[in-house]
């Protein structure tokens, strides 16, 4: 009798300890699915470790926005916005990456293919920050390599707001372009 409740109760544990397993491996799976870390991604979780090239591009999204994160020195030098920003960018990368993926496959290849360069794009601007800022660089250097990476920041918004109104007036929901009110130049 002592046998039996000693076996049940090891069988028991093994059971339990493979059930917390599980669900940690499951949340953490999730957790590695994601671009920005805390913000759910609509990428598939097959994403997290599929071959193809939307899941390979997704995967560089969340790489480089960890990379940008994990850098003490942004924090340091006061950059906390431009990771924002890179933050935001690369949640809208994802975003048309998963409606790219879900595209016929007729049509996904050229639609992932035309992505891949912004992604390439914002993983610059974070290797510019990374690598171009250092604390005891002086001031004048600093703007500088934060204003190109903020130019191409702009660029990729940019870009981003182009393909999005293209595929609006391709979808029939054509809007004009905001121009700013009559007389001023809008930038």
Do not use: C, Y
């Not at 998963?98 to 914002?122: D, I, K, M, N, Q």
């Amino acid at each position: 009798m002592l046998v039996t409740l000693l076996l049940v109760a090891a069988v028991g544990s093994i059971v339990a300890f493979g059930v917390a397993l599980t669900v940690r491996s499951k949340k953490d799976f999730a957790d590695a699915n994601q671009v920005v870390p805390g913000i759910k991604s609509a990428a598939p979780a097959s994403w997290a470790g599929a071959h193809s090239p939307e899941a390979k591009l997704h995967r560089r999204l969340g790489e480089t926005v960890r990379a940008a994160r994990n850098n003490p020195r942004l924090v340091e030098l006061g950059l906390s916005a431009q990771t924002k920003r890179i933050e935001s960018e690369a949640l809208a990368i994802d975003e048309r990456l998963v409606a790219a993926g879900g595209l016929p496959v007729s049509h996904r290849a050229a639609a992932v293919t035309a992505l891949e360069p912004h992604v390439v794009a914002l993983e610059d601007a974070v290797s510019t920050l990374i690598t171009s800022t250092t604390v005891g660089q002086s001031k004048q250097l600093l703007e500088q390599v934060v204003s190109e990476a903020d130019i191409k920041l702009q660029a990729l918004a940019q870009a981003r707001a182009e393909v999005e109104q293209l595929d609006n007036q391709v979808s029939g929901h054509i809007s004009e372009p905001d121009l700013g009110e009559p007389g001023t130049a809008s930038g």
